[in-house]
């Protein structure tokens, strides 16, 4: 049996899969915690790489190697490869004036909008790496000054998985800038890298950086970033959800909907989109096409605050979400817990709307929240559609995909059915794919037999949204600290 291995490399954590390459059959699985916050020092995340690897059994017997990890993070590196700061990561927001600014320079308003709409199919937000770039420029000059080199989160575990030889060293080692490789789906959330044309905008890194940096040579779905010591070679990666896509064996009409620490909504195009309204991002995905994506800030980790709120369990929490009636008897919680990317605003914090003596209970809460990151995510749906996307099926995954309540209440929010593929690691599953594609060749990814997803169904509640829409722009501000 060639055996393959798929590592993803996610907010909250490393899960790492290893997989038969032409079935795609399930052999070997581990994982480990990432640590909290919105900025860490990439050592974290190789080290819980090495125990995720080695509680899969290892990476000595596989064919192939590939990384999927959290988009947009800012790994910025020295001459001699080593970080000069922890990374920014995708839902850290302090970049928000700094994205503001960028579509001002652009021309401002609706023309700065659509200019970076067209020159890198998307609207830079406080997630983009550009915009990261930008606030380190301005409000770490000294450190700035060190930096030679940019990547992200996946480019830069793919680079040690090289450089060091693999997972079996405890290496904290740097290594040579000029040898950082990425691949067109994690390319694309960078803010310098056009999905159109296939080409970096150097330009506008420099632009927001104010000088030239080096950055990793972007591969195609098959190109080899390395090889361990051994000689495995190591696929290019991509970014999470281009790897989710893979694994789910997303294809055009499909639209998969992540709960993970982001929420995500996207699907697999034929064409770039631009859209100036910065709603949808225009990214690339890991096969040469495309992966139109519309992504918030506030999902899974809604249900987990949620329960803290009420000190019950997730399971409880599902329980009590589905114990109460559609619509909460309006009672709605607008779910900005970490301000909101989409819609973008930053500075927003969540609320709880339509309080009662009747509403007041933890059932409606649980609800809400639910129905709450639901809504948001129609929303998305909508973006997604207004841009051209065609809806044949609803693929709903990551951790929050576990709670009974969310696959329950998704079609009565979304309005249609929605598949649950069994709980699993996509990402890490669409890493794998991407692996046996690299070790079998061939002009498409390995075909694997996909699970049956069982699908879910319930007479849609438009209500639910109305209501949400009455009252999602009323949130206050994020205390200033
Ligand atoms: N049974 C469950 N019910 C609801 N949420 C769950 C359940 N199991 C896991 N989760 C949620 O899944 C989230 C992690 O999802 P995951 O897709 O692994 O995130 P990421 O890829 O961003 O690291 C956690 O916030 C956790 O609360
Ligand atoms: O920023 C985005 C997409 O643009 C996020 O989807 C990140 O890629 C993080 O993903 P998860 O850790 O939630 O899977």
Redesign the pocket.
Known sequence: MTLVAGV?S????CKVVVRDAETGALVRQGRAA?PDGTEVDPQAWWQALRQAAAQAGGLDDVAAVSVAG?QHGMVCLDDAGTAVRPALLWNDTRSARAAADLVAELGGGQAGARAWAEAVGSVPLAAFTVTKLRWLARHEPELAARVRAVCLPHDWLTWKLGGTGGVAADDTSTGDIGALRTDRGDASGTGYWSPATGEYRLDLLEHAFGRSLVVPEVLGPTGRAGELRSGVPIGPGTG?NAAAALGVGAVPGDVVV?????GTVFSVADTPAADASGAVAGFADATGRFLPLVCTLNA??V??ATATMLGVD??E??RLALSAPAGADGLVVVPYLEGERTPNRPQATGSVHGLTLRTATPAHLARAAVEGLLCALADGLAALVAQGATVDRIILV???A??EA?RRIAPQVFGCPVRVPPPGEY?ADGAARQAAWVALGGAQPPSWTIEEAPEYDATPVPAIRHRYADVRDLTASRPTV
């Open positions: 993803d996610s907010t909250q954590s990432h959290q999470d992540s709960i993970g620490t982001s899974a980790r249900l987990d997730l399971d929490l599902a990551g951790g929050g576990r709670s969310v990402v």
